[in-house]
């Protein structure tokens, strides 16, 4: 069956309709204005892209990304260049950085956001990019904060009614019951995933705890999932994930800097 929605590179005439796909996906106060997308547009006009459907042309999807020479990221504020790419847009540097994507939340088909990352990798290393990194808030924090370190949190899986943690240090898994591990109340008290159950099981497709996370760590570009990286403190003001961000990295299998390693997640 034919897909419902085109994407497209986004055009300076789309500025006014991202700016009203941004209110509904993100809201008033976090919406950026019409200005700041022509300004991305016309700074770096490859890296930007919309989905339309294709019976209405309506806009209801976008990814905006910036070619940038490698540097830490610290703050979406600085990576993004202020949001409108000002001072870190380098078309011949090897790094993108996803600065934001959006989705009509009306619309029926909820894999948007996952096709227009996929399509922006692509278009990334079709140019010869060795990655493209998103910084993900980690919205779900904020129900869990009282039991779990955020870089412990980032680690976290389900399935059913168990949950898992692959410890990064030992390379070993860790089980437990959702009911046991509880996020309802502070008075419960901090738990280290460390002294659960050691289990011989490979969480790998589980779906991630966060599930903002999980909509970016399920999503494939060129077959491979992304690495699940550091934690940001400070990364943005969002109460809801306590404002940490995850850095979420895809590598170009083709490009000759990087080792075919799949890392645990």
Known sequence: MRSKIFIRLAAPSDALACHQLDLLTWGEASAAPAVTFAARIAANPWGNLVATDVITGEIVGSVWTVSHDERPISTWWAASGQSKYVGVCNPYADC???VSVAANPAYPDRNILSLLIQRAGELAWASGKRKLTFGVPISDFHLWQHRFLPTDYIHLRRRSEE???CDSASREVHSARLQDVGHTSAAAGMSDPRDWATVDTSPQDFEMLDRALERFAATRIAGRLPHIGDIVPNYFSDPASGNYAVLV????????????????N
């Open 163 to 165: 949950i898992y943690f």
């Open 96 to 98: 993108v950085f996803g």
């Open 249 to 264: 990295t895809w590598q170009n299998p083709a490009h000759p800097a990087v080792q075919d390693v799949a890392p645990l």
